[in-house]
């Protein structure tokens, strides 16, 4: 923490600069506004509750996706089954919409959906919230080795889905 900074103080100061970030990855995983305002609260209780531990050896916005990360998957199992739940829920936009029609938007929101969990995970830190690949890594407990083989296999499925060769969708 910030040297004379109360963990409140500290922690209002990390919702003011990331819970936007916490809630885009929330909503792009979970596909619901509502459980994604539900992820940003437990993930700041759950930073407040542990500040004094936040060892500073990865980047705050790098530990509080991790919190997110965590708290998601209990959230998913809860659900039972992620494809079930996902099945009625609506995806965020991935695309810039205003160079993409709607029929792309679409289409790249229910291929998301068919997507396994890694793959999901990565390809919405990577290429929608645009989280380095080290970030990636910390916030999904992996390496970047993997984080960049994943992220190539999720994009070779993704434009499996789509049904497009792989030089013609970029997300």
């Keep these: 923490m ?3 900074a109360s963990t409140r103080e500290f922690i209002h ?3 003011e600069l990331y819970s936007n ?3 885009r990855y929330a909503w792009a995983t979970l596909g619901n506004s509502s459980d994604a305002y539900d992820v940003v609260q437990e993930v700041f209780l759950r930073a407040c509750r542990s500040a004094d531990s936040y060892r500073r050896d990865s980047s705050a916005k790098t530990w509080l996706m991790s919190i997110a990360r965590n708290y998601i998957f209990d959230v998913l199992r809860k659900k ?3 494809r079930k739940y996902l099945a009625d829920k609506e995806l965020p936009e991935v695309v810039d919409t ?4 709607a029929g792309m938007v679409l289409e ?3 291929a998301l959906v068919q997507l396994n969990d890694e793959y999901r995970h990565v390809i919405v830190l990577r290429h929608i919230e645009n989280v380095s690949v080290s970030e990636t ?3 999904l407990g992996w390496s970047e080795k993997k984080v960049h083989n994943t992220t190539h296999r999720a994009l070779l499925k993704l434009r499996e889905i789509l049904g497009s060769r792989p030089e ?3 997300v």
């Design 2 to 4: 910030k040297a004379g």
């Design 13 to 15: 100061s990390l919702y």
């Design 21 to 23: 970030d916490v809630y």
């Design 80 to 82: 039972r089954t992620e």
């Design 98 to 101: 205003s160079t993409a029609s």
């Design 108 to 110: 790249i929101k229910e």
């Design 137 to 139: 890594a910390a916030i």
């Design 168 to 170: 013609e969708v970029k």
